[in-house]
């Protein structure tokens, strides 16, 4: 192992794993600093045991969330040229750190008329790829090392905690819940996968739509979202979700990004309707993105949102059709997405895409 890779190593490790946190009688927290290190690090080091990224090759992906950073931060300790695609709805901030870690990053100004910005972005990283000779892609959707890097908090939650009942988290990839579950049910088949997701998202059967809770959610299908892992699906307003990320912050001290926000309202929920199961919830990124919007006050009243009393639980739902205006959930009962009533129908297989994390 060259000096490169050794000091790769030994900075993301540190930082990768989650810390395990008591959040109710029955629940725990898998805390992430930037859950993203994990996937970003496990698919660079393959890359490199395959000869897929040699000095001279440029990792390029599309991203407008914390992905980005993964791969930005890795690339710099790679010292690897890192060419990103995104989106306006990038934040300044993340930004401005990508630039600071070397990244170049190209911005999509237009949406695509079908997928929007997700699959004007995949296509400008197809036109990247083919104006460069050596290239390598990390496919975050597609890149089965995604969901296979998770394996390691699969193994720390059994050893930390021993049999786990329940895992809660939220979905856009499918990298996360579907690795970490997958894991687990090596040796607990019974446990159960709760994906939380918000409205107007395709990835359960919604109609695509405008989505203002980022971090979740997507308008293309993933290839790694297995839809048969999951027991129950919940999707849930940007309004609910910023809500419960002050409750987090406020009960807890964890100063998490809405993602986790949304995660956590479902979790504590579901934990207390389920005494007798120990559940975890998964909840990826630190809070810091979000100062001037779920964590300041003057934004969230100047967007119509209310901190107000949390919801007394979710409206259950026998299809994904219609979207409501509420926090809703559908008992998906492991099965594939064909086979779920008044899902909106795919017009093909699922399509690689970022979102937006």
Request: hydrophobic content about 40%; proline content about 7%; glycine content about 10%.
């Amino acid at each position: 192992m060259n000096a490169t890779t050794a000091l790769f190593d030994e900075i993301t490790e540190a930082q990768m794993m989650p810390r395990l946190v008591r959040l109710g009688p029955n629940l725990y927290g898998a805390v992430f600093t930037l859950m993203k290190l994990l996937p970003a690090r496990y698919i660079l080091r393959r890359a490199i045991e395959r000869g897929e990224l040699e000095p001279d090759t440029a990792v390029v992906e599309t991203t407008s969330g914390t992905f980005g950073l993964a791969l930005a931060m890795q690339s710099a300790l790679l010292e690897r040229e890192l060419i990103l695609v995104s989106d306006p709805a990038i934040d300044v901030h993340l930004h401005r750190r990508l630039n600071d870690l070397g990244a170049q990053v190209e911005i999509c100004r237009d949406p695509a008329p079908v997928g929007g910005y997700q699959r004007s972005r995949l296509d400008r990283l197809a036109e990247v790829r083919a104006e460069r000779e050596r290239t390598f892609c990390p496919e975050q959707y597609t890149n089965p090392d995604n969901p296979r890097s998770y394996g390691v908090v699969a193994d720390q939650l059994a050893r930390t905690l021993g049999q786990v009942d329940a895992v809660i988290g939220p979905v856009g990839s499918g990298g996360s819940m579907c690795g970490t579950v997958r894991g687990l049910r090596a040796t607990t088949p019974h446990t159960r996968a709760i994906g939380v997701d918000t409205h107007h998202s395709v990835l359960f059967g919604q109609p695509d739509g405008h989505r203002s809770l980022r971090g979740l959610g997507n308008s293309l299908w993933p290839e790694n979202l297995d839809h048969s892992v999951f027991d129950d699906v919940h999707w849930c307003t940007a309004g609910e979700a910023y809500a419960a990320t002050r409750r987090l912050h406020g009960r807890h001290a964890l100063y998490q990004g809405p993602t986790s926000g949304a995660a956590y309202l479902v979790a504590d929920w579901y934990a207390r309707r389920n005494p007798g199961e120990l559940c975890v919830v998964m909840l990826p990124d630190e809070g810091y993105r979000y100062q001037a919007t779920a964590y300041d006050d003057g934004w969230l009243a100047a967007n119509g949102y209310s901190l107000g009393d949390a919801p007394a639980g979710p409206v259950e739902t026998a299809t994904p059709e219609r979207p409501a205006d509420a926090w809703s959930w559908l008992r998906w009962n492991r099965r594939s997405y064909d086979d779920i009533p008044g899902a909106v129908a795919r017009t093909a297989g699922p399509v690689p895409a970022e979102a937006a994390r």
